[in-house]
């Protein structure tokens, strides 16, 4: 019991890296700062784009958001990072995040934008635009808020999803919280900052779910 204790749970341990973890939760929050508009704002042009009347956007935004969706976030941040080098342009680490990022998030941020716009009955824009309301007006004031009102919760999970992904940021050297928590651990040789920094992720994350399941229970 006492091995277990000092591996994983050493107080001592923690309390020195602290400072260290913190630092890598600064850059995480920076990260979700600048992903979760990113992910949010890109999602709504490919909504656009796949719901849209005319068939040489609509397809193409379909295969856009099932590709991506498809594509394993890490892969493409590595590509994004390691490959796009060989054709002579230097991509800076925080840069390729936020290219990886934003191709995975408009997919999946698109997909749940679509869904929200499906379930908005059709009588609800007819009825709209026999007030003199222009296409756009209506999707702003009226089709739109519906519909993000009902996908609402799944915008929530996919969000959290998202912060638990910037965690993948440290396979390319930045900084954040799981890389700050692996280097402390390799500079103690003890587990213990790891444990740190997934119960950081815990107190920040669990309340956000349980937020989640209110809201779905009170939509349901």
């Known amino acids: 019991m006492e091995t277990l204790y000092q591996e994983f749970f050493n107080l001592e341990i923690m309390r ?5 973890i913190l630092a890598g939760l600064k850059q995480t929050a920076f990260l979700c700062v600048m992903l979760i508009p990113i992910g949010l704002i890109s999602g ?26 498809a594509f394993p976030p890490l892969v493409l941040i590595i590509f994004v990072y390691s490959g796009i080098p060989f054709l002579g342009l230097q991509v800076p680490a925080m840069a390729a995040i936020a290219v990886a990022f934003l191709l995975n998030s408009a997919s999946y941020y698109g997909e749940i934008y ?18 003199g309301l222009s296409a756009f007006q209506t999707f ?20 959290v999803e998202l912060v638990k992904l910037t965690t993948l ?49 009170r939509l349901s």
């Open 44 to 69: 709504i042009f490919s909504m656009l784009g796949a719901t849209s009347e005319r068939r040489w956007i609509r397809w193409p935004s379909i295969v856009f958001i099932d590709f991506f969706r």
């Open 114 to 131: 679509r869904a929200g716009m499906k379930s908005v009955p059709k009588g609800q824009r007819e009825a709209a635009r026999s007030t």
């Open 140 to 159: 702003i004031y009226v089709t739109f808020p519906q519909a993000v009102r009902n996908v609402l919760p799944d915008l929530l999970s996919n969000t």
């Open 169 to 217: 940021a440290s396979v390319i050297s930045v900084p954040e919280l799981l890389h700050s928590a692996d280097l402390a651990r390799s500079l103690t040789y003890n587990t213990s900052p790891l444990i740190l920094a997934a119960a950081i992720y815990l107190v920040v994350l669990w309340p956000v779910m349980r937020l989640v399941s209110r809201l779905q229970n």
């Open 16 to 20: 020195k890296v602290l400072p260290m």
